[in-house]
């Protein structure tokens, strides 16, 4: 059993930057591809961002490309994701997944992934 626990959500101005990180306990972790999601209100969850269980591999939605950065520390277990530029589309709650069984082919798909965080609540004011 995997539990994700994410923080550094809050509300911010347009152009501000924000940090948000997932922090993982039990299961090997350090194994699994680690995605991000959001999801706006009425919206469904979509993917932001996801890197390989090394850290040697990473993707982006386009929407977020060249704002957003993805990065893992495997020896204290978290992932983190980078968040500049911010824009008024971003406001959304964010979560943290992990993906055990899946391959890398399948990293943009909520479905694929097994173990979910609660969510932080990212909001960006014009």
């Known amino acids: 059993q995997v539990q994700l626990v994410e923080s550094g959500g809050g509300l911010v101005q347009a152009g501000d930057s924000l940090r948000l990180s997932c922090a993982a306990s039990?299961?090997?972790?350090?194994?699994?591809?680690t995605g991000w999601f959001r999801q706006a209100p009425g919206k469904e969850r979509e993917f932001v961002a996801a890197?390989?269980?090394?850290?040697?591999?990473?993707d982006y939605a386009e929407s977020v490309k060249g704002r957003f950065t993805i990065s893992r520390d495997n020896a204290k277990n978290t992932v983190n994701l980078h968040m500049n530029s911010l824009k008024p589309e971003d406001t959304a709650v964010y979560y943290c997944a992990a993906l055990t069984i899946g391959r890398w082919v399948t990293r943009r798909l909520v479905r694929a992934y097994d173990y979910w965080g609660q969510g932080t609540q990212v909001t960006v004011s014009s």
């Open positions: 039990g299961g090997s972790f350090s194994t699994y591809t």
């Open positions: 890197i390989s269980w090394s850290g040697e591999s990473t």
